[in-house]
């Protein structure tokens, strides 16, 4: 077994739980499902949350103030659909699912109520496909115990993005 497929297998095993990150600048918004989102600090509270460069929500979550990270339940299957399998420079996801604007304008899911958003207090860029977003909680909710929608339930979702959209070498395009 090659350390790649090693290191694939702890990934899975690991079986993250999937949030829905949101955000907005000025009138446009955007959001996509992330498996890649963890706390990072304790003192003060942080949350970091990776973007892929394809993504339309990279590309507003990059000048915009504030992210919304909505986890999701296990009845959540359809709106990681939604969030996972459809790209922002197509379909205005946000026509398709109640939302409210949060601070900043972030819109918030109304479907989502295990949620917090974050502004942004700094950015990792180191070269790979996906970019870090650090964040410091300006408000958190979570009315009671859910059971997270979890990567293995949708890890078959085909992603509205690819990554090696990115990565291909230039004139490889099919
Ligand atoms: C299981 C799964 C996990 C994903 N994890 C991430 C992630 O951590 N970060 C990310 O930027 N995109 C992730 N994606 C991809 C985006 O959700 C997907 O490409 C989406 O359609 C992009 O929408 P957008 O172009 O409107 O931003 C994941 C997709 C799936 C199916």
Known sequence: VSARDSFDDLGAAADPAMVVVTTSLGDERSG???GFHAQSSIEPRRYTVWLSRVNHTYRVALLASHVAVH???DADRALAELF???????????????WTPGPAGVPLLDACPHRLVGRRITL???GGDHVAFVT????AASPGPFRPLRLAAV??????HEVDEATAPIGSAS
């Open 84 to 98: 996972g399998a459809v790209t922002g420079d197509s379909v205005d996801k946000f026509a398709r699912t109640p």
């Open 136 to 139: 410091e909680p300006v408000e």
């Open 32 to 34: 996509c499902l992330v």
């Open 124 to 126: 990792v860029d180191d």
């Open 71 to 73: 986890f999701l339940t």
């Open 155 to 160: 890890a078959g979702l085909h992603a509205g």
